[in-house]
C-alpha cells in the first residue's frame, strides 16, 4: 500500500533482521514512522512526533521514555526522528489520513 504513495513516503531503512521497516513523508519536517512487517494481528506504528487525534487511529501511547527494542533504533535516523509514539492503525484509510495529516504540519 505505502508503494502507491511514493510522493508522499519513502523507505528510509529496513532493520537487518527485517523487524522494523522505516519510512519518512516527504514533507518539510520530515516525519518517520516505523512497523513491523510481519505482523498480521493489527498495524503498530511508531511515530517520531505525536500522532493526530483521527478515526481509526488508536490506543496512543508515548513511548519516549521506555525501553525500546534495539531494532527501532537501527531504523530511525536519530535526533529527532526516535521513535517517540506507538498507536494502532486500524485501516488502510486511517493510514493515509495519518499521512495526508501530518504532510501538512
Request: charged letters at 25%; glycine letters at 8%; hydrophobic letters at 35%.
Amino acid at each position: 500500500m505505502l508503494a502507491s504513495l511514493s510522493a508522499q513516503v519513502e523507505l528510509r531503512a529496513r532493520d537487518n533482521k527485517d523487524k522494523f521497516w522505516c519510512y519518512k513523508l516527504k514533507s518539510r519536517k520530515g516525519t518517520e514512522f516505523a512497523f513491523d512487517p510481519n505482523t498480521t494481528g493489527g498495524l503498530y506504528v511508531r511515530l517520531d512526533r505525536q500522532p493526530p487525534n483521527l478515526p481509526g487511529l488508536t490506543d496512543v501511547e508515548n513511548i519516549s521514555g521506555a525501553n525500546k527494542s534495539t531494532s527501532l533504533g537501527r531504523v530511525f535516523s536519530g535526533g529527532i526522528h526516535d521513535a517517540a509514539y506507538k498507536v494502532t492503525v486500524e485501516s488502510e484509510s486511517a493510514l493515509r489520513d495519518m499521512i495526508d495529516h501530518l504532510m501538512a504540519l
